[in-house]
């Protein structure tokens, strides 16, 4: 972690972040699964045993969890969508320097 480091370095400290924060987003939306799963399991039990109050308060409580893990996959594919744009960026960029070198 030296204070002058160079391009190249700084580069691949950014796309180990990005996967990183790929990895933690991704990670996330397994555990919202298996919240869902655990929130219909005792939503079943509630009903079973009568608890309507409980019954809708675990119901509600799904529903945000179904909205949070549709937000974590919409942020997942944006930043999926922006690593590959700037692959594909990087690519031309280093085509166009190869094709300068043989000119």
């Known amino acids: 972690m ?3 480091k160079s391009a190249e370095e700084r580069r691949i400290e950014r796309d180990i972040k990005i996967r990183q924060g790929v990895r ?3 990670k996330s939306i397994r555990e919202q699964g298996k919240f869902q799963d655990e929130f219909i399991r005792n939503a079943q039990h ?3 045993i009568g608890d309507m109050g409980q019954y809708a308060f675990i119901r509600n409580s799904l529903k945000k969890t179904a909205t ?3 937000m974590l996959e919409r942020q997942l594919l944006s930043v999926k969508n922006a690593l590959l744009i700037k692959r594909q960026a990087e690519a031309s960029a280093d085509f166009a320097r190869s094709m300068g070198m043989m000119a």
């Open 2 to 4: 030296g204070l002058f």
């Open 24 to 26: 933690r987003i991704e």
């Open 46 to 48: 509630a009903k079973k």
């Open 68 to 70: 949070i893990r549709k």
